[in-house]
């Protein structure tokens, strides 16, 4: 795929030359992180990746439309998750195996050139919070790339988002229903996602109250929120604003290069 016709270009498709060539006009990289983890009974583990690889793709064609050249990088699908870690099928690896990754990561996208390294995250276990924040600070003290990312759990992106997400019931509800029905409908278990009870249970809110686990925090069956609410229509809605968000942080970076804050 070429750059600049609104198609996204993928870091690992390209050969050697044709990055020669791109880094001329790109300074931008793009980072999905995804997770291997619980998603309620009726949604893959893989979840998270298909969600921040979607986030990552629509920034690019709205960098694009600006006349801003990204390349999307391959996602890293492991994450630390130790909330779902009692659920089958979870992999969850030590929060300084991220940090460790995105801080190499930025270095290497240094040395080629890049500007802004942006992460497209939509796992919110606090261990993964944790991690980047360490990551950023690292990063930060390299000086090169400006590691940008929206924290969706802060208000004024919430704000954008859905009413389910922002009450905090953001684990495998309607909310990241929608998406999954959205990326990949084949994916999703829709007899049991239809026939599954609301579950109204903030889960930031049982953060708040040092709860460690989804079993914990009242997620019995690894959701909360309202699955059978979902739609796909509310899926590409979603997913259009995630890309807004992502992109509209890249251009904060790239236009106050002096002042940007490396997280949040
Ligand atoms: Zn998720």
Known sequence: MEAGNGARVRWEEQSYPRHAELAASSRVALLPLGAIEAHGPHLPVGTDLWISEAMAREAALRLAERGIESRVLPTIPYAP?????????????????????????AAALARRGDEVLALANSHFDPAQFGALRLAAGQVGEQGRPRLVYPDLTRRAY???????????????????????LAERPGLVDDAVR??????????????????????????????????????????????????????????EALESPGRHRPVE
Not at 238 to 247: D, Y
Request: net charge negative.
């Open 81 to 105: 998750a130790p909330f779902a870690d009692g659920f089958a099928g979870t992999l969850s690896i030590r929060p300084a195996t991220l940090t460790a990754l995105v801080v190499d990561l």
């Open 158 to 180: 919430a704000a954008r988002l859905t009413e389910e997400f922002r009450s905090g019931a953001c684990h495998a509800g309607r909310f990241e229903s929608s998406i999954v």
């Open 194 to 251: 239809r026939a599954l009870p609301e579950r109204d249970v903030s889960l930031s809110e049982a953060i708040r109250q040092g709860r460690t686990s989804f079993e914990r925090a009242g997620l019995d069956d690894a959701y909360c929120g309202d699955p059978a609410a979902a739609s796909a229509a509310e899926g590409r809605e979603i997913v259009a604003t995630l890309g807004e968000l992502l992109s509209e942080a890249v251009l």
